[in-house]
């Protein structure tokens, strides 16, 4: 089926996301530019302007003359790996909370809805009580993310019909068990080695983050193209079931599609990252208020703007003090208070 019946009816309750966005798309990505310059500066070890600039250019044009290395190896070994692994991380979960919340039609969804970094934590923690190496615990981690959502889907299509309210369920029942897990592997963790290891894990943070890990931008990106690909069928979701069904959609399929798209994307980040809250919930908000409602406009903005969040964040916990702050820490920090401030505006209701 084409995708221009499905265009024409999503507009007619949303505005067009046209050639009006592409304008607002470009200062968003201006933006992410601009944050990650600016995240090459900062830290325990100042580096000025015209030195990062000489150290990029010296590493993409080898005729540059090359900068001191010790400011190179800060540079391209330690940050430009952290802040690309943070514009992925929360450009992912960004998406993954717009899809979901169109989805389920809830502002309240976010990426973890349906347990996935509940497992994804499980698999971690299990790793590290294991005392497998970091590439074993990013893989476990990503494995048992897919896993649990899976097996939420697979109860929600054997109890519901594939009852969106049954899958929501099943996902509290996945995430509260995996949970109980996290805790066990807590409990039986060696207190002054693994333990500490698992809780700085399960509280986020690009600390490791190295260029191999940037790896984790195909699944990203293969999710990301994809939800892109069913924008408009995107948009009718949201508009109810029987109009959607009206215009010929396969539900079930499409939610299937929309809900592996973005477990993909959610447990990549995770796996990278480990858990991080909020920036899933409350950036989908914010890009709303910038280009509107429309998916077309909505996920890229979403990614946009949620990478330019996680560098901001991920950049005040490694320089605020001399001990770095878990990720989670401060984005619950930023997040809660803002996300109430978005409700009191939006009290007309969400769209």
Known sequence: ???????HAAARTR????????????????????????????????????????????????TTPATPDTMTTVVLDVRVPRVAAGAIVGGALAVSGAAYQSLFKNPLASPGLLGVTSGAGFGAALALLLGL????????????????????YVIARSLGNGSLVV????????????????SITQYLADPLTTLPAITFW?????????????????????GLLVLLALRWRINVLSLGDEEAT??????????????????????????????????????????????????????????LLGGSFLIAIDTIARSATSAE????????LVGAPFFIALLARARQGWV
């Open 1 to 7: 089926m084409s995708d221009q019946p499905l265009a």
């Open 15 to 62: 505005p067009q996301a046209g050639s009006s966005a592409v304008p607002r798309l470009m200062a968003l990505l201006a933006l992410l530019l601009a944050v990650g310059f600016v995240s090459l500066l900062i830290g325990r070890y100042p580096i000025s302007p015209s030195v990062v600039l000489g150290i990029l250019a010296s590493a993409l044009l080898p």
């Open 133 to 152: 190496p970091w590439v074993a615990v990013q893989t476990s981690a990503f494995t048992f993310g897919l896993l649990a959502v899976a097996v939420a």
């Open 167 to 182: 899958l929501i369920l099943a996902g509290v029942v996945i995430s509260a068990f995996f949970q109980a897990l996290i």
């Open 202 to 222: 399960l509280m986020g943070g690009l600390g490791k983050a190295t260029t191999r890990d940037l790896l984790v931008l195909v699944p990203v990106s293969l």
């Open 246 to 303: 009206a215009l010929g959609i396969d539900l079930v399929r499409t939610r299937l599609v929309v809900v592996l798209c973005a477990t993909l994307m959610t447990a990549a980040a995770v796996s990278l990252s480990g858990i991080i809250g909020w920036v899933g919930l409350v950036v989908p908000h914010l890009a709303r208020a910038v280009v509107g409602p429309n998916a077309p406009a909505l996920l890229p903005a979403s990614f």
């Open 325 to 332: 702050i878990p990720l989670g820490i401060l984005t619950a």
